[in-house]
């Protein structure tokens, strides 16, 4: 018994499953953002639209689509509290693309739906801006271009795939255009999708506080926190402290930033060496730290933005970093911060009352050395030999005495624990310490020379006043674990188990040799052209383009060099030209030639049939008559025929030339 084939499609239903193709691949993206319902309504809605077009249904009536509609208006009201903004316009253009579907009746409809889709396609870079976006969104533009060609065109339909390749040749037009648009276009400062209140969302990065647990979090992180290009070389991993926010106030728990204070004593900065100088291109992150390797010898220019020097020497943006911003400066790593001031604020010496007693005590014995140097060297000493452990997974410290737990109970932390407890001893023990975050060291890529630091990468450590020598940097962490100094964080932590945690940390920095390795910062290299040379071009680097285009095409060098261009292009195309020429086509040309030398001139106006039927009785020979002739009536076939009459017609034609004499 033979089974029956299905009937193929028609060619509405072809169209419209196609439309729901294209709307589909458009869509898709957006629910990673979307609230759950808001996607699965759009999936049952396009499933809907799929389901009426192969069965042959009716749509359903407006009785059924406007409450439906009100509905979902509603839910997205409740969703987002407001139905204007970012996430929810885009919400509900979504949720009207589905509806829109289960309402085309006119042809007009089909195109309103591709129309909604090409702005859909824009939304999707309110949420990333990757390569890996942008790739996605041409092949959206591409099955819609394909589909709005499907729907203009008329008689026979070529295949999806002839459709799919006209649609991309179609966008390939178009690209040069959007090209020289983009780089000379005026452009404005700041992204479009940066001005409504809900684009500046919470991002990853550091924060004006912090509690035990809160860094070997943000250390999971692969997000970059920013990238480094060095005028020269790279200084060595130790010397890499990107300085952020500093903290003073302890409560017990949390260490905060202190209150600027009514009289501040001026700071005093003795460098030595020659500075370093680099560019730094900071991820948004919605907040004003700007992060400077220690110690900047001026304050950096961001252009649109102010920037503030606080009394502790962190920068801080007078707006927050929404979008991508550079900056260059140039920093000591050798240096000496208020070396001569006699005293420091008694607020890098407060301590909560009543909290860690133990650690308080063992601080105030150690007062009694007299020299504030040893005192901090003894407390190095007892990190390094006294059992403690470096670890992305310490034990919960959920009682009020976190400090005494970790010194003389779990001995296993971060670097958050080991910087809050070291100054948390300097100041009991009589010495002045402040706890300094940001980030330590950074991940240099061979292929481009860009420095990659990471939120794996945030760090805290510790800052004590010594008499004649200032402020001096002490980190903890690198006396329990020095190969997160002097490495990386991959190194400095123990051998785990390969599924756990600290076995996943040793993925982040694989080894550069190695075909991970060469892999990682291919993609890494990629990325960061991508975001210097494309989310990065700004109104200033746009002058500066300008400008050199100006300056280059005022010397007559320039000017030849792009008229032999011109011309050598040129020469291309009409090479191309001649050689994608038709075989049958050209044999068309001479035969008319040779006809008209015979005294038989082909009209402007008149076609192969036409010509044939008016050499009939023209007085040729016979023989050539007949073979001009059966020539045009195969050529007219072969040109306008529903079908091509197939290979070999070449040298057919060419024997039915060579009678014509």
């Given at each position: ?20 193709a ?24 396009l ?5 009426v ?11 059924v ?18 139905l ?16 829109k579907?289960l ?21 999707n ?5 990757s ?20 729907f ?16 991309a ?18 452009r ?21 506080n ?5 860094m ?7 997000d970059?926190a ?41 700071l ?40 503030a ?6 920068f ?27 005293t ?20 105030q ?16 000493r007892q990190?390094?030999r ?21 010194l ?10 080991y ?14 310490a402040?706890?300094?975050t ?27 006043w ?26 400095a932590?123990?051998p ?9 940390a040793?993925l ?18 990629v ?12 109104p200033?680097r ?12 005022s010397?007559?060098?320039?000017l ?19 050689r994608?020429a038709?075989p ?48 045009l ?9 529903p ?7 070449v ?11």
């Amino acid at each position: 018994m033979r089974l029956a084939l299905p009937a193929p499609l028609s060619r509405d239903k072809q169209d419209t499953l196609l439309l729901v193709a294209a709307s589909l691949l458009v869509l898709v993206p957006h629910a990673a953002h979307l609230p759950a319902w808001v996607s699965a309504l759009c999936g049952a809605t396009l499933s809907w639209r799929a389901g009426v077009t192969l069965l042959g249904r009716r749509l359903p009536s407006n009785l059924v689509l406007v409450p439906l509609a009100a509905a979902a208006m509603a839910g997205v009201l409740r969703e987002y509290h407001t139905l204007l903004g970012r996430d929810a316009g885009v919400a509900m253009l979504v949720l009207l693309v589905a509806f829109k579907m289960l309402e085309m009746h006119a042809r007009r409809d089909l195109f309103v739906v591709v129309f909604l889709c090409y702005f859909l396609v824009l939304t999707n870079f309110f949420y990333s801006q990757s390569i890996p976006t942008a790739m996605l969104m041409l092949a959206s533009i591409v099955a819609l271009l394909a589909t709005q060609l499907s729907f203009q065109l008329t008689g026979a339909v070529p295949p999806l795939r002839t459709r799919l390749w006209m649609g991309a040749k179609v966008l390939a037009l178009a690209l040069p255009l959007a090209g020289a648009a983009f780089v000379l276009f005026p452009r404005i400062e700041g992204p479009l999708w940066g001005m409504p209140d809900d684009a500046h969302a919470a991002r990853t990065g550091l924060s004006d506080n912090m509690a035990p647990g809160q860094m070997s979090d943000l250390a999971q992180s692969e997000d970059v926190a920013f990238r480094v290009k060095f005028d020269g070389p790279v200084p060595p991993q130790p010397q890499l402290y990107w300085r952020g926010p500093v903290l003073g106030d302890y409560d017990g728990r949390t260490w905060t930033r202190v209150r600027p204070a009514r009289h501040a004593q001026p700071l005093s900065l003795s460098v030595g060496g020659k500075p370093v100088g680099y560019e730094v291109t900071l991820e948004p992150s919605n907040t004003r730290w700007l992060f400077a390797l220690e110690m900047p010898r001026a304050l950096p220019e961001l252009p649109g933005r102010g920037v503030a020097l606080s009394d502790e020497l962190e920068f801080q943006a007078l707006a927050p970093v929404s979008d991508r911003v550079r900056y260059r400066l140039a920093s000591y790593v050798h240096y000496s911060l208020q070396p001569d001031t006699a005293t420091v604020d008694g607020q890098w010496l407060s301590l909560p009352y009543g909290v860690d007693p133990r650690a308080r005590a063992a601080g105030q014995a150690l007062a009694a050395e007299p020299d504030p140097a040893r005192r901090v060297a003894a407390v190095l000493r007892q990190f390094a030999r006294d059992g403690f452990v470096y670890t992305l997974r310490p034990p919960l410290l959920p009682g009020p005495d976190s400090i005494d737990d970790f010194l003389y109970g779990t001995r296993a932390g971060f670097c958050e624990h080991y910087a809050g407890a070291f100054v948390f001893l300097m100041r009991a023990a009589g010495v002045p310490a402040r706890v300094v975050t940001g980030y330590q060291g950074g991940d240099l890529n061979p292929i481009d020379g860009y420095l990659t630091v990471r939120q794996s990468d945030a760090h805290a450590w510790a800052e004590v006043w010594l008499p004649r020598r200032g402020w001096v940097r002490i980190d903890p962490t690198a006396a329990v674990a020095p190969g997160r100094v002097q490495h990386s964080l991959a190194r400095a932590l123990p051998p785990m188990a390969p599924f756990g945690l600290d076995g996943l940390a040793g993925l982040l920095q694989p080894d550069p040799g190695s075909l991970l390795g060469r892999i990682r910062y291919a993609i890494g290299a990629v990325n960061n052209g991508w975001n210097q040379w494309v989310l990065n071009y700004t109104p200033q680097r746009q002058q500066r383009l300008v400008d050199r285009l100006q300056e280059g095409l005022s010397h007559w060098q320039s000017l030849a060099l792009i008229a032999m261009l011109c011309a050598l292009l040129f020469l291309v195309k009409k090479f191309s030209q001649r050689r994608k020429a038709d075989p049958v086509d050209a044999l068309y040309s001479v035969l008319c030639q040779r006809l008209g030398q015979l005294g038989l001139p082909r009209a402007p106006d008149e076609g192969p049939t036409a010509y044939a039927d008016r050499l009939d009785g023209a007085g040729l020979a016979p023989e050539p008559s007949a073979a001009a002739t059966e020539f045009l009536r195969r050529y007219s076939a072969y040109r306008y025929g529903p079908q091509s009459p197939g290979t070999g017609l070449v040298p057919i034609l060419r024997d039915l030339l060579s009678r014509v004499r």
